[in-house]
């Protein structure tokens, strides 16, 4: 590949990263992280050094003539000492305060939030990007780096399954940023042919407000296309929501799931949409949107003639990584669509976007389910233990095309540095109903002259650009590359799920523990658990007592570098979930009147994300060894409850 | 200073830096940088490495009994050679591109954007940080690095000169968005009223909607706590713009000089307020807002009843670095208050913010003029160009803590790597009108439980943060320490500006060339300037001959690596800028006809951000060699011109 290359528009995906070679060897997923005894230490200090020297050289030679500005006397000065001298200072105290209380993602025994230790290819490169400190808010700023940011918005149009000549993205700072930017491309899009009835009425002659409301988005990018052959483009803009405001409700309803990510509500608040038009619609026991739930929602706004501005499906969610049904959403869509409802469709697949990458074969096919889990199965399944997808998740993976945006965060399941998040939009059209530049800019290439004209953000990190993009050029994003990280990721949360089963009950300090995983499928690679005194029924106590193993296992039980297993909790209440905690707590013997009265469980939660037990000699056992240090915590717990009964009896 | 020590509030300005030691030598300058020849190189290469080492350590050494997962024959495999050769491929390929087309900010040759070199110690500290990839979004996945990213809140809070006890403030992704979320804290402010004549009439008995959306801010922070006590809080949240949507112009105007930045016109378009909304002040011929047209804009929206969201000041503006006259933009408010007209007041000094850095004593006090420029010439004014900032100037930094809030950039003039932005808050109690989580966490020090639940973004690099802070930690933020580059930066531009005068005319190519900068005394380091052919007095010919300059000083002008100046440049057009720049053409002996006819003058821009002309031995003579740069320049221009003309004839 040429330095001076330009993004290659038309690469297929999972191609082009073989540098020529034929038949590369495949990747091992022992070689791309630092790793959870920094095994690989001599590879990346060395790799390191090679570019700080890189650098370093470059700005020596940059005009070799020129005479350097800091002499050898000036060096021996009081002060010069004095502050290489208080520079190191501060320099241990940023590492000894990371020492003393960060998370160790990189260890097997950090099982809490959606953290791992991260790629190799991507931290070097983002480093070695910092040393230059390009800002890809405009090409100017960022010739080197910008390109690498419109490279990945097409690896990620490849690999969610868009067509490559009409999608776009980039990288957002944050999945949550993602989810506004999503919202007002449709805030925008869907108020635009109000503006065209006000700037250009025969374009939409015979259209009332409702059927204004509800043309589908490929027809509102045609009536874009339009207002901008006939010169009326510019006032039709000025005349949607961009010039005259949100509206306050007139847009209609933004349809979300409960287990939605709480950026969606402060999406509806920031982009003056309001808190009034979020309608939260239940999920099912799986913690997926309920689809007659959802189906009755989209009858009510038909009956009472309320639009609906768009509607999100999560790929993923923060709390159970469950996935939606995206295949049945995505023909309720065409089925509403047919009787008038029509809405832009999001999927927030901030998480669970990477996951995509296990379906797609070397080509960048869609791989159909029977040849996917042969492929699985080739993935040396008792190491790497890995986990059969569903059908159901199978086919939303399939489906996520048909939406009109994604947001997908490398550094999530990309195993990026923060802060990489990213959006992905399938016709690039939209773009024009938010641009900030002359028209030219979103017409084709040019769009790269002013990234920050075209997106929410202004100025931003070349160097995360680069790190994502090192990482997608090492790392395929198919089932020969991400797709096995991934499988062993999904796989460890299997194995984790099942250990949980088969442990089920266990005597700690003369009681009976009772242990139960929320999900005995999860979709993704979230395990959420929670125990209980057997035979107890009293759900205030049961949560007492998960509080308390979430507290001994996690920073709140003092210094992080001392604990032996590290998880995160959540608390599923009835304002977010309704009563699908309801079947979970029944399991642990507990009436459902308990439900009613408390409201909530207490849950830990476990994101598996590291791909290190496959690594392990005695895999799967080696999940047992977490159990143990659970019963040894929760032993302690029982005994001070114990004691702590004994002395207030 | 402990490890485990948690933000101190109350520490003053400037001081807490020095680690216990009595009066330490003052921080040099040339010891902050790695230098435009990587003159401290051995330093930042040695602390690298030690810092990595602790890294690695630090792994190996969590739970030390845990075997490696990576075994010396795994490391002998051929997939696994392959991968790590494949590894070293990217990052040289990342490598060999950004030396072939990065900006070279850290020399002294560039003289473009708002780019430098920037501290060695926020860019190893970042890095440092990047390995153990803390995310700010939440305390428990950054015990380390979220308190760091509120005591940067504090220091922003102290150098702008709000009361310690009141003031908020974190580190954003950019400006951009840092100006998002002041408009998204002006909005549901402003709103605020409407929402408790909704819950709770009584407390607002007898003030109608026009007295509504006039209430001061404080008041309307009262009417808050009051509301929080009778328990009508949340109802009155809900029915404010926060549940029923911005309201379409409802809240009045967004005043904002012609100067903003074009983040504003997007703030209004995502907010939902709409550009219908945003009442554009034109500039006077220093590029500050013109105060009497300010008036006139305010007694229309008295006379019409038309109320004021928000007035934007520019403190740096982004083609200038115009500092609007803030000072009696604070009494102009008050006067209107007065009126029954009152409004938010948001500083957008996202480029100037730390210039405030040159006007405070080591004690943290705004010093009077005369003791400024006495201090000033204190630091060595012959070597290091000190510019005396205007009185105006002076006033304007000093009233600065009247504002409701301000937009503050690290990433810019607090030279650290992107991207770094910034807000801080006056009034923290405005929390309450954004947040989203229960609401003990906005009381006190919870709130840093969980940052993304009051603030725009969610997931957010720690490592950006450890950066900042790291810089914070060893560059006082007041003239012995920031304030010396300030000094540095200012003075450059003043003798850049006085180099061009000086040189004024100059003979080519056997004609004769004008060269003037934009203005004589810029406010802040920005020195915008153009060339002309003398006696020309067609303005189309005179842009065209600018915008050959700069892509002959660009990276438009070929491989950057090869450039001997590099600049900017910038457009001022009638649209964004009225008739500011109508003078400066007239100098060139343009008639007025030609400004009617055109609209638009071409100019290149040079900020003047870096610290090394003060380090060079014959400043500030060394000016004189860029200009002799732009001479060769523009004799080839002028040959190729002719030559182009010759063939043409």
């Known amino acids: 590949m040429s330095v001076t290359s330009r993004p290659d528009h038309e690469k297929t995906a999972g191609s082009g990263k073989s540098n020529g070679h034929a038949a590369p060897p495949a990747l091992t997923v022992e070689a791309l992280f630092l790793g959870p005894k920094s095994e690989n230490k001599a590879f990346f ?56 209380s960060a998370d160790p993602w990189f260890s097997t025994r950090y099982l809490g939030h959606m953290c ?66 999503s919202l007002w491309l449709a805030r925008n899009l869907k108020s635009f042919p109000l503006g065209v009835k006000s700037a ?6 015979g259209l009332d407000e409702w059927q204004l409301l509800n043309l589908p988005v490929a027809k509102i990018l045609d009536l874009l296309d339009e207002t901008k052959k006939n010169g009326t483009f510019a006032k039709a803009l000025a005349a949607s929501a961009r010039g005259r405001g949100a509206g306050g409700g007139k847009l209609g309803k933004m349809i979300v799931p409960q287990t939605r990510h709480y950026s969606w509500e402060k999406a509806a608040d920031i982009l003056g949409i309001g808190l009034d038009s979020l309608e939260n619609i239940p999920v099912d026991s799986l913690y997926r949107i309920d689809l007659e739930a959802l189906r009755a929602a989209l009858d009510d706004c ?19 990584g469950a996935i939606d049904d995206v295949a049945a959403i995505v023909k309720i869509r065409e089925e509403y669509e047919k ?45 790497s233990g890995v986990a059969f997808p569903s059908e159901t998740v199978w086919s939303a993976f399939r489906a996520i095309p048909s939406a009109d945006s994604v947001t997908i965060d490398p550094h ?3 195993y990026v540095p923060y802060a990489a998040g990213g959006i992905s939009v399938r016709d690039k059209r939209i773009l024009g109903l938010v641009s900030y530049s002359a028209a030219y800019v979103f017409d084709g290439k040019d769009i790269e002259l002013n990234l920050a004209s075209v997106i929410l953000e202004g100025s931003k990190s070349g160097a995360s650009a680069a790190g994502v993009w090192a990482a997608h050029q090492l790392v395929p994003q198919n089932i ?19 250990t949980l089963e088969t442990v089920r009950e266990f005597d700690v300090a003369g009681k009976t523990i009772v242990c139960l995983p929320l999900l005995s499928e999860p979709d993704f690679n979230i395990v959420c658990m929670a125990f209980n005194y057997k035979g107890n029924t009293s759900l ?10 979430y507290a001994a296992s996690s920073y709140s039980g003092g210094r992080m570098y001392t604990e032996d297993w590290i998880t995160s909790h959540t608390v599923l209440e009835t304002a977010s979930y309704g009563n699908a905690p309801l079947d979970f707590i029944k399991k642990f013997g507990l009436p459902e009147s308990e439900w009613t009265a408390v409201g909530q469980v207490v849950v830990l939660r476990s994101c598996v994300l590291h791909p290190w037990m496959a690594s392990t000699p005695n895999y799967p056992q080696a999940w047992q060894t977490y159990v143990e240090i659970m019963k040894d915590k929760i032993e302690r717990i029982v005994a001070d409850e114990d004691l702590h009964n004994a002395t207030t009896a």
């Not at 005479?67 to 002060?79: Q, T």
């Not at 205030?540 to 193993?549: G, L, P, R, S, Y």
Request: charged share 25%; aromatic share 8%; glycine share 8%.
């Open 480 to 498: 020969s590359g991400y797709g096995q990280i991934m499988a062993r990721s999904l796989g460890g949360a299997r194995h984790f799920v099942k």
């Open 116 to 181: 791992s230790d991260i790629l190799m290819v991507a931290n070097i490169a983002k480093m070695s990007t910092m040393l230059f400190n390009p800002n890809n808010c405009a090409y100017e700023a960022s010739v080197a780096t910008e390109p690498m940011e419109l490279e990945v918005g097409k690896d990620f149009g490849r690999l969610l399954g868009y067509d490559a000549d009409t999608n776009w993205g980039h990288i957002t700072t944050d999945g949550t940023v993602a989810n506004y930017e």
């Open 45 to 100: 200090r060395e790799r390191l050094l090679a570019i700080i020297e890189d650098h370093i050289h470059w700005r020596a030679d940059f005009n070799p003539a020129d005479a350097a500005l800091v002499s050898a006397e000036d060096m021996r000065a009081k002060a010069f000492v004095h502050t290489l001298d208080r520079t190191t200072e501060v320099l241990e105290e940023v590492s000894s305060r990371l020492r003393q």
């Open 540 to 549: 205030a106590k049961m949560n007492d007592f998960n509080t308390k193993i």
């Open 200 to 205: 250009c009425p025969d374009l939409v002659e």
């Open 339 to 383: 009787k008038g409802l029509s809405f832009y469709h999001h999927i927030d697949a901030a998480y669970g976007g990477y996951g995509r990458t296990m379906f797609l074969d070397e080509e960048g096919n869609f791989m159909p389910y029977p040849e996917l889990l042969s492929r699985l199965c080739e993935l040396d399944v008792e190491k």
């Open 412 to 414: 999530k399941m990309g």
């Open 302 to 320: 038909l009956a009472k003639k309320i639009p609906v501005l768009s509607l999100i499906s999560v790929v993923g969610t923060t709390e159970e």
